[in-house]
């Protein structure tokens, strides 16, 4: 209380405070505006087809209708009403709710994907800002938003768009429950890697390669002993069980099988596993010629996943010799290394456009040595946030070499890719104004009261 009972007036936050957040959400309006420009000129052209974009709208719309998770073509061609589990449920989840806001025509649906884009945006600022400070944050966000790979992905019907979201959201997530642990934090961050594996299922990797080990390594941090870890690793998985749950009850009554998020992994093994893929000049990719249907007639879903699944395994099984080689090529595919033009051209079948596709992989490049940078940087600067963001790079080398070779796969590392290359590109501009990086980590943001702001280098 001041003298003479009057309330002392609370100080007023710096001026990077109040300023981060409207230079945010500018940066994200453009964003948006930059995606609807992309569908207006280029994504309404692409035509639906017989793709997992087509899959998504008609589940889309199946689900509006009240018909249920049902098997998207089967329906639509013959008016067959067979429950599916082939891919998870949340981004076609998403469809119908736009759908039943009267939004029904494929242009429109990408527009409002594009919409939903925009977290990524705000995401990979936030991130950004608590890693080294708010002007890293929104040079972050100002690389999310015009960044072509997701532009071309957010102007299209690609469940890449929530699944990035998602990823961002846990990232961010992850990096607040490791600076102030909380109970609820470690649930929030569980629930997140369990929305992001019913909208691919890869998604639970996350807990081999980015929240075990980083929880290993933080483990004095979080408590005596081994007691910290365990128990947040623990309430993460808890949360992450209370949200695929239901999911998984609902695949077994509806299939009459068990089924672990989807039936994906038979058509992903058979198409990736085959002479095509092994031998020819698409080595690495996953090819739809592989995956030819082979079960009588009458065979379920569910079996001729079965049937996909063990035709790929036997192949790489029969092939071991060559599955190094073929594991490593699919890697070099996913980072833009082998082949990328054939890799450009494969994936501008999936719904996206290639002009930016092609632009996509420069930007990419051209961030390579910035990126770098910034990890040296964060190395030395705020290593607690090396590895939380570091280990996503080496989920996608494994997630590729067990899979395939797709640019696609890159996405959940390329938040930290884009936040490290925004800490490389403020450290250069420093040279040139060296206020610029006195003042990174001005309004205290990035992290707990304690954190140190981030000092010139000498």
């Known amino acids: 209380m001041a003298r003479g009972g009057r309330r002392a007036r609370r100080p007023s936050p710096p001026a990077g405070t109040r300023a981060f957040p409207i230079a945010l959400g500018v940066i994200t309006i453009v964003g948006v505006l930059f995606r609807w420009l992309y569908v207006w000129r280029a994504g309404k052209k692409i035509p639906l087809g017989i793709s997992d974009a087509g899959s998504y709208f008609y589940l889309g719309r199946n689900i509006a209708a009240g018909r249920g998770y049902i098997r998207p073509y089967d329906f639509l061609f013959y008016k067959k009403s067979i429950p599916t589990a082939e ?44 890693v080294a400070g708010p002007l890293v944050g929104l040079v972050a966000a100002l690389l999310a938003a015009f960044y072509p790979v997701f532009v071309a992905s957010d102007g299209g019907i690609a469940s890449e768009t929530l699944y990035g979201v998602l990823i961002a959201g846990f990232l961010l997530a992850f990096l607040a429950a490791l600076d102030r642990p909380a109970a609820w934090r470690w649930v929030l961050v569980g629930a997140l890697v369990g929305f992001a594996a019913l909208t691919r299922s890869e998604a639970a990797a996350l807990y081999i390669f980015v929240i075990a080990p980083v929880l290993l390594l933080s483990r004095k941090r979080l408590g005596p002993g081994w007691f910290g870890a365990l128990r947040a690793l623990g309430l993460a998985v808890l949360a992450s069980l209370v949200v695929v749950t239901p999911w998984l009850i609902r695949d077994r009554v509806a299939t009459k099988a068990f089924v672990p998020i989807s039936n994906n992994s038979g058509t992903m093994l058979a198409g990736a596993n085959c002479p095509e893929a092994y031998y020819s000049h698409h080595l690495g990719q996953w090819l739809y010629s592989c995956v030819q249907r082979d079960g009588k007639p009458g065979t379920t879903e569910v079996q001729q996943a079965t ?131 006195d003042r990174a980590g001005d309004d205290g943001a990035q992290g707990p009261p304690d954190a140190p702001a981030l000092e010139p280098v000498a």
């Open 87 to 130: 891919f998870p449920p949340l981004y076609p989840t998403f469809l119908a709710g736009v759908h039943l806001l009267g939004i029904t025509t494929p242009t429109g649906q990408k527009l409002a994907t594009s919409v939903l884009g925009a977290g990524i945006v705000i995401l990979i600022g936030l991130i950004g800002r608590r």
């Open 307 to 437: 049937i996909y699944r063990d035709r790929g395994q036997n192949y790489a099984r029969d092939h071991a010799g060559r599955l190094p080689y073929v594991a490593a090529v699919r890697v070099l595919r996913t980072w833009g290394v082998w082949d990328f033009r054939d890799e450009i051209n494969l994936e501008s079948f999936e719904s996206r456009d290639h002009g930016w596709l092609t632009a996509g992989h420069w930007m990419f490049f051209a961030m390579i040595p910035f990126t770098v940078a910034g990890i040296a940087i964060v190395a030395r600067r705020r290593r607690r946030f090396l590895w939380p963001l570091a280990t996503t790079m080496i989920m996608v080398v494994f997630v590729s070499a067990v899979t395939y070779g797709n640019q696609r796969f890159r996405l959940v590392a390329e938040p930290a890719i884009i936040v490290f290359a925004a800490v490389g590109l403020v450290r250069l501009a420093a040279w040139v104004r060296p206020s610029l990086w």
